[in-house]
């Protein structure tokens, strides 16, 4: 699957949807994403919000829920 699909992830926030960009982050194989590394994007994914909160986002359609 190409990369470039995964730049930008959504999720909401108070029912408003939120786009993340993740064109920066270097996750390898998005497939075989470990607990570890979708530690490493949650973390990301927060800097990047500056304290916006988001219920969940997908990777590949597997939920991440509790970013914040």
């Avoid at 920066?24 to 949650?42: D, Q």
Wanted: charged share 35%; no cysteine; aromatic share 6%.
């Amino acid at each position: 699957m190409d990369r470039s699909e995964f730049e930008i992830l959504l999720g909401t926030y108070e029912g408003e949807k939120v786009e993340i960009d993740l064109s920066e982050v270097r996750y390898g194989v998005i497939s075989g994403i470990s607990a570890t590394r979708k530690e490493i994007l949650i973390n990301k994914i927060k800097r990047q919000l500056k304290g916006v909160k988001i219920f969940s986002i997908n990777i590949e359609n597997e939920p991440i829920e509790k970013l914040v």
